[in-house]
């Protein structure tokens, strides 16, 4: 916490506070928006998940933790179908995306409602505006100043336009790792989409710059539902109202955050908690 | 350690060394002795008159050799618009769009073409187009050295997408966009210099053959109009003139030599150029 308050004063501008307070008042039986039921997923002939089920709330951040290799990435991407690349990957069991199944839908369709944001910042070699745009471009046929007016919105959302809007049109790998982390999230907001996927979207980025993308996170979920994958449970106990643990393909626990960190009703979970496994 | 042992290590590594730079010396020296060689033989033979001139008639001195120059380019022209789009939509699909089967076998089989002589590549287009439009034709000469294009532009275009990150693709996935817009938008963007570096070299590369061309383009003391006449090429010329019995011939044949040297140097510099342009443009303008 002593680090939010910190960027706070370094350049976390025109943010509203961390709606902490807000939550409070919020009732706690949420509609989910994704609703996962006994998802098996297989790499060939390995199986990487084992009837996972949960319900991701809506407008909520989610944190997914758990060892490397425990399948959080892999769910994270069965829910955009990212996984669909790799060959013999297949999931099975239902997906409900506001009650329509992800498996059934058009993948396009999908991942226009389902953004995600990587573990390694990946803009396209093409300029700050063109990356931004092109989502738009791919998915809407926008009037010049439409299009302007929708990348200035998103890098405004993700706290990025007072940093680049002299330089929207040089190229985006002149950029500093965190800048470019949060473009990629810019980019992914301008086709606003209703889930953000982030798969471990700070694990390569300074202490002032992972607490940037955390503040952002704070604003975005008032319009968006957050499902993140952290190796760091400071930053799932930060950011994220409930979260998910992970142990070798199975979900060990699901709950708010609150109650994972503090009394968690499983011991595997305490374990990997407390750091007494590793 | 032994003395002994210690003065033979020394001993193989001096042998070793002289040896690795006696091979680069070698590798270099020759560069330079052929260009200095066609300085010597052939600078003297170009004139103004070289590149407007047609070729004088037998027993006459002076002349040029400026319908062989557009010839030659003619038909460089005509190779690069025939292969260099087939090969590249091919690299494309190798790299972007095949399964497993089908690009190892298309790899596999341009590879071969690649191998094929170039002498063989010419009676194929002999037979393909030169027999039956009963004439030699630049069209024919072009189709040869397209053949040559094909399989060193599909490679290029493949190893270079190949070499663009993952990463990009997923991030245009992910943002809703369809493969071939992906394809489209990104990935051939992203490598389109390197693979237009590499297609320039293989252009380059073909310019200077000249047995596809002897039974397909032909030869031709005057300007060859359109497409479906006999042609001369600089490589043909070359061959012709060295050949010949008459001191003047020789000299324009070493002349020729040096032009199309010169040609294909400058083709490969350009090359580099873009290489080295694209560079520029990724550490910030």
């Given amino acids: 916490m002593i680090i939010r308050a910190n960027t706070k004063i370094e350049g976390g501008a025109g943010l509203p506070p961390p709606p902490e307070a807000m939550m409070a008042s919020r009732p706690t039986g949420l509609a989910p928006k994704v609703e996962v039921s006994r998802l098996n997923f297989f790499y060939g002939a390995q199986q990487a998940l084992f009837d996972v089920s949960l319900k991701i709330p809506d407008r909520r951040v989610t944190a997914l933790i758990g060892p490397s290799g425990c399948g959080k990435s892999t769910f994270l991407r069965t829910l955009n179908r990212m996984y669909e690349a790799v060959r013999h990957a297949r999931a099975e069991g239902e997906l409900l995306l506001d009650g329509e199944n992800i498996l059934d839908m058009d993948v396009v369709q999908l991942r226009r409602r389902v953004g ?9 070699p093409k300029s700050i505006f063109d990356n931004v745009a092109y989502g738009l471009r791919v998915n809407h046929r926008m009037g010049k100043g439409e299009l302007a007016d929708a990348v200035e919105k998103s890098l405004r959302r993700a706290a990025l336009w007072e940093e680049v809007k002299d330089v929207l049109h040089g190229p985006a790998w ?45 604003t975005l979920k008032d319009n968006c539902t957050i499902v993140i994958v952290t190796h760091n449970m400071q930053q799932a106990a930060r950011v994220a109202e409930y979260t998910g643990f992970f142990l070798l393909g199975k979900l060990v626990e699901f709950d708010q955050t609150e ?10 979970t305490e374990d990997y908690i407390t750091g007494r496994f590793g | 350690m032994s003395r002994a042992f ?86 494309v699909y190798l790299a972007e769009f095949g399964g497993r089967r089908y690009p190892a076998l298309i ?95 293989g252009v380059a590369r073909v310019a200077g053959e000249t047995a596809p061309l002897l039974f397909t383009s032909f030869n031709n003391r005057f300007w060859s109009t359109g497409w479906d006449q006999p042609t001369a090429s600089l490589p043909v010329m070359i061959f012709t003139y060295a050949i010949a019995p008459y001191e003047d011939w020789h000299r324009q044949a070493w002349a020729a030599g040096l032009v199309l040297l010169m040609a294909m140097l400058a083709l490969n510099v350009t090359a580099h150029r873009i290489l080295s342009m694209k560079m520029a443009r990724r550490s910030g303008r």
């Fill in chain 1, 116 to 124: 995600m944001v990587f573990q390694k910042s990946n803009p396209f």
């Fill in chain 1, 174 to 218: 002149a950029l500093s790792g965190g800048q470019q982390q949060r473009l990629c999230i810019a980019r992914a907001l301008a086709v606003n989409p209703e889930v953000l996927l982030l798969d471990e979207p700070c694990s390569a980025l300074d202490p002032i710059a992972t607490a940037k993308i955390e503040d952002l996170l704070f």
């Fill in chain 1, 259 to 268: 109650v994972i960190f503090t009394r968690p009703s499983v011991k595997e």
């Fill in chain 2, 6 to 91: 210690h003065l033979y290590r020394k001993g193989v590594n001096v042998v070793m060394f002289s040896l690795a730079g006696l091979c680069a010396f070698t590798t270099v020296s020759v560069l330079f002795y052929i260009l200095g060689f066609l300085v010597w033989k052939g600078a003297g033979a170009i004139n103004w008159d070289f590149f407007t001139q047609l070729p004088k008639p037998v027993g006459e001195a002076g002349g040029g050799m400026a319908n062989a120059i557009v010839g030659s380019f003619k038909l460089v022209v005509l190779a690069t618009a025939i292969g260099v789009p087939v090969g590249f939509v091919t690299g």
């Fill in chain 2, 107 to 201: 790899r596999y089989i341009a590879d071969l073409l690649n191998g094929v002589p170039s002498i063989v590549i010419g009676i194929f287009a002999y037979a393909l187009v030169v027999v039956p439009m009963r004439r030699f034709s630049t069209l024919a000469g072009g189709l040869a050295l397209s053949l040559m294009i094909i399989p060193v532009t599909i490679r290029t275009t493949e190893q270079f997408l190949r070499a663009v990150p993952d990463s990009l693709r997923e991030a245009a996935l992910a943002l809703g966009a369809s493969k071939w817009r992906m394809v489209a938008t990104v990935v051939i963007p992203a490598s389109l210099h390197a693979v237009l570096t590499g297609t320039l070299l």
